[in-house]
């Protein structure tokens, strides 16, 4: 089992629909990251989250420390937006990375 | 400045080649890494720089070198690959290598050995 799952692995959608990822860990962590990559490789990172909440545009992401959860949301997705979303944590000074979600959002 | 600067984007390289990839940022971060990544999976961890010392090698063959000859700059020397190695080669840079740390994504080599 990785220590690291995320759901759905690919997920197609239609323009303007509300859009959830989840990520779900099984080691201790200190940090959390969102992470996007478009094809053709860069990866951004979207957030860093250690505890609650985080918004940024039509990006929201949150975590819950206890139950070792997160989840990214999309409001109004857009064409744009569709890249291989990554969560990854960060324990022992590494980060251990998903297996990544793919979003397509379709006009 | 927020950018890691990767160069080339793209190299073919046979087996008996010697070439390098690049690494460039100006943020004043003193941690960088490199990750390689197969097509649809994660980033594997190669390589941690702190402090322009090499603190972390994850087990990678002697054919990948790397090399950080200051603290803006990190190269990833590669000679005598195989066609497995043919990856998208990621760079990444972050303040310092503490566990909660952003980190900073170059856009990547893609490396194909032929």
Known sequence: KNEVEQSPQNLTAQEGEFITINCSYSVGISALHWLQQHPGGGIVSLFMLSSGKKKHGRLIATINIQEKHSSLHITASHPRDSAVYICAVNGNEKLTFGTGTRLTIIP | D????????????GMTNKKSLKCEQHMGHRAMYWYKQKAK???????????????????????????????????LHLHALQPEDSALYLCASSQVRRSNEKLFFGSGTQLSVL
Do not use: G
Request: charged share 20%; aromatic share 8%; net charge negative.
């Open chain 2, 2 to 13: 927020t950018e890691v600067t990767q160069t080339p984007k793209h190299l073919v390289m």
């Open chain 2, 41 to 75: 999976k994660p980033p594997e961890l190669m390589f941690v720089y702190s402090y322009e010392k090499l603190s972390i090698n994850e087990s990678v063959p002697s054919r990948f070198s790397p090399e950080c000859p200051n603290s803006s700059l990190l190269n």
